[in-house]
């Protein structure tokens, strides 16, 4: 099994934009769909992006996902932040084997 | 609307066990696959298992491998977790989650989550 690793946290002021990191330990990046997820104190998680770049349904276009082959890593980028964005966000992917795989989450200021 | 509410959490003592049990509606239970996933309060989530839609694929954590059963009931739209043996490692506050692909066996992503039922396992 592979691992997914993010920064532990990131921090940002209002308006700016943030982008968020997620490797992929082994394996392709690009050979299974990596998904986001955004998850607020005292909420379930909800999904933001998936299939690498393809935002769920009635979140902003601010929100946009993508992978890098290079780096073997995937990005959930945030532009025109507000400070309803502040929340915990998880990368997640899947391997061939069934097993699913999330990020150990990062946190995100928005100062 | 779809609605996913897990239900059988609680305090158990070390090596016991507890079902929870997830009661979906707002969607064709029977098409799509379905996982239980969990979070220690404070910290990041962990997926725990999954199963699809006609139980055919399995798969578990290498972490609860052994000791949890996951199975679902079409006719009652219910998912179930069986947890055996429990370690005081499992304390966590436990979601049951849709799966997004239609009618396959292969694992993909959440679109749809619980609340979650919180189990405490101590003596």
């Known amino acids: 099994n592979f691992m997914l690793t993010q920064p532990h946290s990131v921090s940002e002021s209002p308006g700016k934009t943030v982008t968020i990191s997620c490797t992929r330990s082994?394996?392709?990046?690009?050979?299974?769909?990596v998904q986001w997820y955004q998850q607020r104190p005292g909420s379930a998680p909800t999904i933001v992006i998936h299939?690498?770049?393809?935002?769920s349904s009635g979140v902003p276009d601010r929100f946009s996902g993508s992978i890098d082959s290079s780096s073997n890593s995937a990005s959930l980028t945030i532009s025109g932040l507000k400070t309803e964005d502040e929340a915990d966000y998880y990368c997640?992917?899947?391997?061939?084997?069934?097993?699913?795989?999330f990020g150990r989450g990062t946190k995100l200021t928005v100062l | 609307e779809v609605q996913l509410v897990e239900s059988g959490g609680g305090l158990a003592q070390p090596g016991r066990s507890l079902r929870l049990s997830c009661a979906v509606s707002?969607?064709?239970?029977?098409?799509?696959?379905m996982h239980w996933v969990r979070q220690v309060p404070g910290k990041g989530l962990e997926w725990v298992s999954g199963?699809?839609?006609?139980?055919?694929?399995?798969a578990y954590a290498d972490s609860v491998k052994g000791r949890f059963t996951i199975s679902r009931d079409n006719a009652k739209n219910s998912l179930y977790l069986q947890m055996d043996r429990l370690r005081a490692e499992d304390t966590a506050l436990y979601y049951c989650?849709?799966?997004?692909?239609?009618?396959?066996?292969?694992?993909?992503?959440?679109?749809?989550w619980g609340q979650g039922t919180l189990v405490a396992v101590s003596s």
């Open positions: 707002g969607f064709t239970f029977d098409d799509y696959a």
């Open positions: 199963i699809s839609w006609s139980s055919t694929y399995i």
């Open positions: 997640q992917s899947y391997d061939n084997s069934n097993h699913v795989v």
């Open positions: 989650a849709k799966d997004n692909r239609y009618s396959s066996g292969y694992f993909t992503y959440f679109d749809f």
């Open positions: 299939e690498d770049k393809q935002r």
């Open positions: 082994s394996g392709d990046i690009a050979s299974n769909f």
